[in-house]
């Protein structure tokens, strides 16, 4: 994985804001090349593995609710890039139509969705999207477009490197949907309340990437899949007071 030159950036990246983060990726080229080998390796070999898994997923989807296996709503990735993502359909077809976050008990997931949501499987068909380099495993996940067009200026520095599968902030908001709960208009409130919150974690993590935290955020996720609750107070407060204004 590579970094652009500053000058070959999108305009959009090139702020004071995002300048600021560019300056300490550039410093650490051997912890990005060994990231970007680290995906195609694992993700291929994995995806060797896993090949049963995707058989019955879809087998399972196709049997239980009328529309395709994946998913495939445009995302963004590095450098403000546009791709479609390979998710697990996990709702009704044409769900997408409506809000792009979900809430707990949301109506639009299927029976089979439930149960793939339960525990993460709808995400292991991003393996596709980590080999082919249109995303990462760990880093900032991937927000739909109109999200995105409500970042601010140093929210943007996040685009500098790929989507990822994981991240500090997914695994600390990992039931953000609990969080939705109740709340008449769930995009506003996400985009006011939510994606600030975890934008701090991903910011921070753009600050103090390495090859080798990347790893202990990987294992993180397991054991939060796993079952395993990683306490933050920070975000355990930010999360109260949220709830208590959309009451």
Not at 137 to 166: C, H, I, N, S, W
Request: aromatic share 12%.
């Amino acid at each position: 994985m590579f970094l652009k030159k500053w000058n070959g950036l999108p305009p959009e990246l090139q702020t004071d804001e995002v300048r600021v983060y560019y300056d300490v990726l550039k410093k650490k080229r051997v912890s990005l090349f060994f990231k970007r080998v680290f995906d195609i390796v694992v993700s291929l070999l994995m995806l060797l593995v896993l090949w049963p898994a995707f058989v019955v997923l879809a087998i399972a989807i196709k049997i239980d609710s009328p529309g395709p296996v994946f998913y495939r709503q445009v995302r963004v990735t590095q450098y403000n890039k546009r791709f479609r993502i390979f998710k697990f359909r996990t709702m009704v077809q044409n769900a997408d139509k409506g809000s792009h976050v979900t809430v707990s008990g949301d109506s639009r997931i299927t029976r089979v969705g439930r149960v793939i949501r339960k525990y993460r499987l709808d995400e292991i068909s991003q393996l596709i999207d980590v080999l082919r380099g249109t995303m990462t495993f760990v880093g900032t996940r991937p927000e739909a477009v109109k999200y995105v067009e409500q970042y601010t200026p140093e929210m943007m520095a996040t685009l500098l490197m790929p989507a990822g599968v994981t991240s500090e902030a997914s695994i600390y908001f990992k039931d953000e949907d609990k969080l939705l709960d109740g709340v008449e208009d769930p995009d506003k409130v996400y985009v006011r309340d939510v994606l600030p919150r975890k934008m701090k974690y991903n910011l921070k993590s753009m600050k103090t990437f390495s090859f080798l935290r990347d790893i202990k955020i990987m294992f993180m996720t397991v054991f939060a899949v796993l079952g395993k609750n990683y306490f933050d107070p920070s975000v355990e407060s930010e999360v109260s007071e949220s709830q208590e204004s959309v009451l």
